[in-house]
């Protein structure tokens, strides 16, 4: 998400919406294009897939990138298109869209689509798009002031998982920063991975906000291996401030990781960037260059 890990609902609201008339985007030349199934997670891209989907993505396909992972799914919708639709232009691209981000709803219960509200929905047409994992995302601040929050999310996560399996696809959960600070004496990360089972909830490892949290991805495979299929890949720059940075910029070992992913259990993985300074297009060109450098 953002810098601090925080966002309202009516941001989040906003960034999954598009607007009614796309805009053009220019045309981008691509540094070369991937050997490697790269993949990006489009939050990276939210203002421009606000303004025009399909020609941010057409720009996507050409910088590289193989595979990518959707967010703001609402009322049986991605982006605006219906699964059928939404499929056909990622075949047509020659991408494919193996996972996808979903929230609890419960900071949103009118929204459809969550896994609280339509679930057995977005799984189905999850599945029509080929996703083979569903992630929830994030969860608000409002949704986690206490230990006892996290173990109903463990419940809650349990369920939704049940649900997905039925339909052939993988439950993950997405971690920032606060889901390794402790409350009432506990880590809630720990207390997610303990009380939910490992066969139905898996892990999408933010390698940017695990490190921000001062916490050690290999090491956290080792400790749950063969639990981490996803990963967002994202660097951190090297300042006191530690921001946001094309990958391969800053100061994340990522060859390090890379070399744990059978520990890991890593299927996927996707660049993200939450906040870029250069044109978030430039951005993920950087990270897709610099990716190929790595033994992968």
């Not at 805009?23 to 993949?39: E, M, R």
């Not at 971690?175 to 089972?197: A, I, M, Q, R, W």
Request: glycine letters at 6%.
């Amino acid at each position: 998400m953002n810098q601090s890990s925080k966002i309202t609902r009516q941001q989040f609201l906003k960034l999954g919406a598009f607007a009614a008339s796309a805009a053009l985007l220019p045309q981008f030349d691509a540094f070369a294009a991937s050997t490697k199934k790269v993949g990006l997670q489009l939050y990276t891209l939210r203002d421009l897939m606000a303004k025009d989907p399909v020609g941010t993505l057409k720009q996507v396909a050409k910088i590289g990138y193989k595979e990518v992972e959707p967010y703001g799914y609402s009322d049986g919708k991605f982006f605006g298109k219906t699964p059928k639709e939404f499929a056909a232009l990622l075949k047509e691209l020659g991408m494919v869209a193996p996972s996808g981000h979903y929230t609890t709803g419960k900071t949103m219960p009118k929204m459809k689509g969550t896994l609280t509200n339509d679930w057995k929905r977005a799984v189905d047409d999850a599945a029509a798009i080929g996703q083979k994992y569903m992630v929830c995302a994030y969860l608000f601040p409002e949704e986690r002031t206490k230990l006892d929050d996290y173990m109903r999310f463990a419940d809650l996560f349990n369920k939704s998982a049940e649900v997905c399996k039925a339909a052939g696809i993988q439950f993950c959960y997405h971690n920032h920063d606060f889901e390794f600070k402790p409350l009432s004496g506990k880590v809630p990360y720990d207390v997610l991975l303990g009380n939910t089972d490992k066969n139905l909830v898996k892990l999408e490892l933010d390698l940017y906000w695990a490190t921000f949290a001062k916490q050690d991805p290999v090491a956290l495979f080792k400790k749950s291996p063969g639990r981490f299929p996803l990963w967002h890949v994202k660097d951190m720059e090297k300042t006191p401030e530690r921001a946001f940075a094309p990958v391969g910029t800053g100061s994340i070992n990522f060859q390090r990781i890379f070399d744990a992913k059978k520990t890991a259990g890593m299927t996927h993985y996707f660049v993200e960037q939450d906040v870029c300074k250069l044109p978030p297009l430039e951005s993920i060109a950087i990270s897709i260059k610099n990716i190929e450098k790595l033994t992968v």
